[in-house]
């Protein structure tokens, strides 16, 4: 809920950019006392949001004040922020590297595939321009990460996170793909469709295992080809070490069901 609350102030922060339009104050000279007031406002915002965000980023609101040039720790306290305005005018921002940089959401997909252990690799894999900005998963079609450090992952936003669409899935079928002796074919019930998805958990599961069982789904991931079969999607599993175990979710739960 408090999540919620401090992103509707940035999103309302981001249309009052759209409202203001300051590159088009920044061409006249008269307009530059308004674009004056506009940056303030938008500099305070960010002040504000960076404050709220201390509980749930380590690293992104220290960048964000020290980009806004603000040494007074003062300036980053609870108090701080019961009132607007707390920041001193005439403050110099700080240039810096993106906080939040965008992400080649079909880059990042076909960097996953061809770093899927033991996974058959698409025709034409390709990697981002820097892939250790990715926790590399463990086997193919899993969203489990391979015991790698927190450090060795970049921060993300909320936002990010809410790009990635979570449903229940029930498997319906489940069957080994030829000559590969780590990949299953799972058949998916999700709700209002089915799919296909490819997962490397053969080492773990038998098909018979897997059957009725109540899986996760990453539904909004680009589809693959592994091996000549069709990957629609990606099942959740937590890795460590040789072991690996799928998440699942009570019989109740039905298919289709959003996971947050």
Not at 33 to 58: D, H, K, M, N, W
Not at 85 to 90: E, I, K, S
Request: with cysteine.
């Amino acid at each position: 809920v408090a999540l919620s609350h401090i992103w509707t102030l940035i999103r309302r922060s981001n249309k009052y950019i759209d409202e203001t339009m300051p590159w088009s104050l920044a061409k006249e000279e008269a307009s530059r006392p308004i674009l004056g007031s506009v940056l303030y406002v938008l500099a305070e915002s960010l002040r504000i949001s960076a404050v709220l965000l201390q509980p749930f980023l380590t690293r992104a609101p220290q960048q964000i004040t020290t980009q806004l040039g603000l040494d007074d720790a003062s300036l980053k306290s609870w108090a701080s922020i019961a009132k607007f305005g707390g920041l001193p005018a005439g403050t110099k921002v700080r240039k810096g590297d993106p906080i939040f940089p965008r992400v080649d959401t079909a880059q990042e997909v076909e960097y996953i595939v061809s770093n899927m252990v033991g996974a058959a690799k698409p025709s034409e894999p390709a990697k981002p321009s820097e892939p250790a900005k990715q926790a590399k998963p463990a086997e193919s079609g899993d969203a489990a990460s391979e015991e790698a450090p927190a450090s060795a992952t970049a921060e993300i936003s909320i936002d990010d996170f809410a790009k990635v669409e979570l449903r229940v899935a029930q498997v319906l079928a489940a069957e080994p793909v030829k000559k590969a002796d780590k990949l299953l074919k799972l058949q998916l019930d999700l709700g209002g469709e089915q799919r296909q998805v490819v997962s490397g958990i053969a080492k773990f599961y038998t098909p018979e295992q897997l059957v009725g069982r109540k899986v996760i789904c990453v539904v909004n991931l680009k589809p693959v080809t592994l091996r000549g079969e069709l990957s629609q999607g990606m099942i959740l599993a937590a890795s460590q070490g040789d072991q690996l175990t799928l998440a699942t979710v009570p019989d109740e739960m039905p298919n289709g069901a959003i996971v947050k």
